[in-house]
């Protein structure tokens, strides 16, 4: 069976762009693989978190996991911190890296723009991201296309490890949906719908309640004309929306076009709103179910048993590969 891993940051409240680049493909692979999902808090903190908010939110976002449809029978649903040889492998691959690669990624720039000191972890961030990928030997990584680039970097260090060492690690392939993998805020198609923008009106929030989730559609940014049509070249607002229809309603944009044919945006914008809160209210009330239950320790507690019995025997094998002195 072919191994996916992939890892969703608990730093501030989840979008509907986490759901649709990467959660809903979380649900579907995990039916025929091997399937690893962390909460990488780890990765959270290369930029300052406040202590009380960074635990809720590790468990918020666990219990979104559960919520959005993984079955913790299936997959293996984890904290990065709570399997060291995250960290352990991470620090073998910021000394593969080069700073150059470094320099390069896009998220690095445009996380560090501005900024009068940043740290060391916000910058060899992707050599971390390559060991939780490394480490399980994933052949599929389900990702949101702001991802590509990081995933390029793990592919060059498997490689780069392998031919230094020898044979250690499978070269992962990202797993990027078709429509959606760059879901765009709400007030401006030409950034990315963030969990991180200061505006609550640019995202839709896992969590918003059905009337915020109508509001902010009703007051979403869109093209001017008024004819609903695919084209993010020349109508990036509309087919933003048109692509969060399509998730949330099971429809393709062919078919969405054909609805909406002579319409305008008033009644497409109204469906799309309820499409919207129809997905999301359910996951909502099994969110609160599973955080009312407690079952969530347990959960993290057997999933990460099971990702630090493969993880630990890999940085293993690696560890012996470099001529470390095994214990
Ligand atoms: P993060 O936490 O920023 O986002 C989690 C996932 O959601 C996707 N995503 C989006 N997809 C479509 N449209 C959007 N607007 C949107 N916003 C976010 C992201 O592409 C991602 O798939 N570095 C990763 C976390 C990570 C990871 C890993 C991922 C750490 N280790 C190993 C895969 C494998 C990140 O910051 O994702």
């Avoid at 995250?86 to 896009?106: D, Q």
């Avoid at 031919?163 to 250690?168: D, V």
């Avoid at 990315?192 to 896992?206: D, E």
Wanted: charged share 25%.
């Amino acid at each position: 069976m072919k191994r996916v891993l992939s890892g969703i940051q608990p730093s501030g409240q989840l979008t509907l762009g986490n759901y649709i680049g990467a959660m809903k493909n979380f649900v579907k692979l995990q039916h025929d693989h091997h399937c690893f999902f962390m909460i990488v808090d780890l990765h959270a903190i290369t930029v300052p978190q406040e202590p009380a908010a960074l635990r809720e939110q590790s468990e918020s976002v666990a219990a979104l996991f559960i919520a959005a449809g993984i079955d913790p029978a299936k997959a293996s649903v984890f904290l990065q911190s709570h399997v060291p040889a995250h960290a352990e492998l991470g620090w073998i691959m910021t000394t593969l890296v080069y700073m150059g690669e470094l320099e390069r990624m896009t998220q690095f720039k445009d996380k560090s723009a501005g900024k009068e000191s940043v740290g060391a972890g916000l910058f060899t961030y992707p050599a971390l991201m390559a060991a939780d990928i490394l480490l399980y030997n994933a052949d599929l990584v389900p990702v949101g296309d702001d991802q590509k680039q990081h995933l390029e970097i793990t592919r060059d260090l498997a490689h780069r490890f392998n031919q230094r060492y020898g044979e250690q690690f499978t070269v992962p392939e990202p797993y990027i949906p078709q429509v959606g993998a760059r879901i765009m805020s709400l007030d401006d198609a030409s950034k990315k719908m963030s969990k991180s923008n200061p505006n609550p009106g640019s995202y839709i929030a896992l969590l918003d309640e059905p009337d915020v989730i109508r509001k902010k559609i009703s007051r979403a940014v869109t093209d001017s004309g008024r004819e609903i049509k695919f084209d993010p070249a020349s109508k990036p607002e509309v087919s933003n929306l048109m692509s969060i229809y399509a998730h949330c309603a099971n429809m393709s944009v062919a078919e969405i076009e054909a609805k909406y044919e002579g319409q305008g945006y008033g009644p497409f914008k109204k469906d799309l709103a309820e499409a919207v809160v129809a997905t999301l209210e359910p996951l909502q009330q099994r969110y609160k179910d599973i955080r009312a239950s407690g079952e969530l320790k347990t959960i993290l507690r057997q999933g990460a048993e099971q990702a630090a019995e493969i993880a630990n025997k890999t940085v293993r094998d690696a560890k012996e590969k470099m001529g470390f002195v095994l214990p």
